[in-house]
């Protein structure tokens, strides 16, 4: 947990709710490293992968819905500024 906390930048108790939030609905599944019983580790189980999938459809097919009137200029063009603006977050 703390190891994603730092990786999203969030504090620890905000990412073990949503860690928490995701296990009751069995999206990911919560085990102890074998190599440190105190450690947390996360897997996404096969109801996670089915969700996470079908969400990416949905949210892709959206997106060609919002854009299916914009050229092929304008679509280029947002994708280098959105490109950069990703890379923004990143530094």
Request: hydrophobic residues 40%; glycine residues 4%.
């Amino acid at each position: 947990v703390k190891e994603l906390a730092e990786s999203f930048k969030l504090d620890i108790s905000t990412l073990s709710r949503q860690a928490a939030a995701l296990e009751s609905k069995e999206l990911i599944q919560r085990f102890s490293d074998p190599s440190d019983g105190r450690v947390s580790l996360f897997a996404i189980t096969k109801l996670g992968k089915q969700r996470l999938k079908a969400d990416k459809k949905m949210r892709l097919e959206r997106y060609h819905r919002m854009l299916d009137d914009w050229s092929g200029d304008e679509k280029e063009m947002f994708g280098r500024l959105l490109l950069r603006l990703n890379e923004a977050f990143i530094d």
